[in-house]
């Protein structure tokens, strides 16, 4: 990928997004904007990861643009249904596939880069990346993923310090504010493993989903040290202690989530080896031999 093609996708996506203007007034929803912004956030923080990864140049492009185009869905979601609840309407990253593939947008990339992008864009919002995904694709599957998770940590804390939470519940998927976790919530995070979104009750389940992303749920050196950087988990074990009394089990996945973060960050980047271009060519010689179906 050229950075001159990376240059036009950037235009050619807000260009889209710029359909859903309200007739009337010219302007983007509230949410709608807010969403524009995650996105291009999103990109932000997965050019930083990469940096930090030492990925060469192509490979970061690739990288930035599955960023970017992670959340297409969200426009036609919030359009059709009134909600960023994929349960109560659609598979926002199954449908961006789709409408991305429809916009053309990727038509002239490589087949490697396109596949690349487009499955990191299909399973940015699954339980996990597939065994079947190996490889450059895996690589920047991942990327997106924990970028999301970075930007995603940075909107609860906005939220919460500005207010803006209180006045706008929605961030929070509306969920009530107080209560004790769902203790199947609390077991989960404490043993590192993947949690059932619809076991979410109360806003404590919703900030314990976070938590459980620091215990092993972040792919990358490079995300665990922003992560621990920025007291991600401290914020989270302080505010989860104001909605609850429930505070041995906070501590024990909070404990949890440290002991994770700090053996991530003791991991290796290996700046001689850095992700690169060779990775889609050898992704393209064995591509028959991990298909991923693609919308």
């Known amino acids: 990928m050229t950075q001159g093609f990376g240059e036009k996708l950037i235009f050619r996506y807000h260009d889209y997004v710029n359909t859903f203007r309200d007739p009337s007034s010219g302007a983007l929803s509230r949410l ?18 990469m940096m930090g990864e030492r990925w060469e140049s192509n490979a970061r492009r690739v990288g930035e643009a599955a960023a970017l185009l992670h959340d ?6 919030f359009h059709a249904f009134g909600t960023f609840r994929d349960r109560e309407s659609f598979d ?20 490697a880069e396109r596949h690349a992008i487009l499955s990191a864009v299909r399973f940015h919002n699954k339980r996990g990346v597939p065994p079947s995904l190996t490889g450059f694709d895996a690589d920047v599957a991942h990327l997106v993923r924990d970028a999301d998770k970075l930007d995603i940590f940075r909107i609860l804390e906005t939220a ?11 961030i929070a998927w509306g969920l009530q504010m107080e209560g004790a976790p769902n203790p199947e919530i609390i077991e989960a995070v404490s043993n590192g493993e993947s949690v059932n979104y ?3 009750r109360v806003f404590a389940d919703f900030v314990l989903i976070q938590v459980g992303w620091l215990n092993g749920g972040l792919h990358f050196k490079t995300t665990a040290r922003f992560a621990i950087e920025r007291k991600t988990l401290e ?13 041995s089990g906070i501590e024990h996945c909070c404990a949890a989530a440290r002991k994770s973060l700090e053996a991530k960050t003791l991991g290796h980047v290996d700046t001689n080896n850095p992700v690169s271009g060779e990775r889609l060519v050898e992704h393209a010689e064995k591509k028959h031999q991990n298909p991923v179906g693609m919308a």
Do not use: C
């Open 160 to 170: 919460v310090n500005d207010g803006s939470l209180a006045r706008h519940p929605e």
């Open 92 to 111: 926002h990253a199954d449908a961006s596939v789709e409408i991305i593939q429809q916009q053309g947008w990727l038509r002239a990339l490589p087949e």
């Open 32 to 49: 709608l904007m807010f969403k524009r912004d995650h996105s291009d956030r999103v990109m932000l923080e997965a050019n930083r990861v």
């Open 72 to 77: 297409t869905a969200r426009y036609v979601q």
């Open 198 to 200: 619809d076991a979410i």
């Open 235 to 247: 914020f989270r074990e302080t505010l989860l202690k104001t909605l609850t009394d429930d505070h």
